[in-house]
């Protein structure tokens, strides 16, 4: 298992962030709601971004597939399987999935605009997929060894990142307009493509509720304590290019470990 480099532009990976919002509305539209939002994520497959089978129309079912590596959306409709190119807004892409699917589904085209899309770079989004299935590797190997509640390993289309959370039995209490909500305490694992704060790809470890005395924990080499904006471990993809997937495994276990009794 190794990780490949990856360049991406910037209008490749906010073109691929607003088409794989399109799957995560329409899957969470047409899934039972799951309490920590998991109807509205997507899986990383070695073939691309899955919606998995979702209700459509009468005792039907519907499957989307985003392929960055061809360029297209796949599905499966009503009518039987179909291919929609990923270029344009992903208002016009996201209303050919729709026609296509050939049901009536309860969602605003429109609001997938909120992220501009233009096209795709298949050079570029083939490499990002290889990236994301050595990311789902590696996470995968790591979830196995965690003792109590674990989430599933899953790309999150609002911000999208692939992560993956422990869960603790102890909770977070808050006090919320409508009473007392508690709150399971837990370490968030993930990759980042990158943002306005860290330009580029990265990995996070993000204990919660975060304690300072988490900063005096020792972290592999490369990474370190992020501070701004957000607090948790941080570690750069190009790292891990480099060092391979022991130090991203080091990193994610050096976190788990020295938080984990602080969070029980």
């Given at each position: ?91 016009e892409v996201g209303r050919k999935v729709l026609k296509a699917l050939g049901a009536s589904i309860d969602v605003d085209p429109d609001r997938w605009d909120a992220i501009e899309a233009q096209s795709v770079n298949q050079t570029e ?35 999208f990142d692939v992560a993956f959370e422990w869960f603790s039995d102890a909770v977070e209490v808050y006090e919320e307009e409508d009473g007392p909500k508690e709150y399971s305490k837990q370490i968030g694992f993930g990759f980042s ?72």
């Open positions: 298992m190794s990780f490949p480099i990856i360049t991406l532009s910037d209008k490749t990976v906010t073109s691929l962030h607003a088409y794989s919002r399109i799957l995560g509305a329409i899957r969470a539209a047409q899934s039972d709601p799951h309490p920590r939002w998991w109807h509205a994520s997507l899986e990383v497959t070695d073939g691309g971004l899955d919606t998995g089978d979702f209700r459509l129309g009468e005792g039907g079912r519907g499957r989307l597939l985003l392929d960055p590596d061809q360029g297209l959306i796949v599905g499966h409709g009503v009518n039987g399987p179909f291919e929609v190119t990923l270029s344009g807004p992903a208002s989004a083939a490499s990002y997929l290889a990236a994301l299935i050595a990311v789902r590797n590696a996470f995968s190997e790591v979830r196995h060894g965690l003792a109590g509640e674990v989430g599933p390993v899953q790309l999150w289309p609002h911000h493509p990158g943002d306005e704060a860290d330009a580029e790809p990265y990995f996070y470890a993000n204990p919660w509720p975060f304690d300072e005395s988490f900063r005096d924990i020792e972290l592999p080499p490369e990474a370190s304590w992020h501070t701004e904006g957000w607090s948790g471990g941080f570690l750069p993809y190009s790292a891990v290019v480099d060092g391979g997937p022991d130090l991203l495994i080091d990193f994610m276990r050096t976190i788990f470990n020295g938080t984990h009794d602080a969070l029980s």
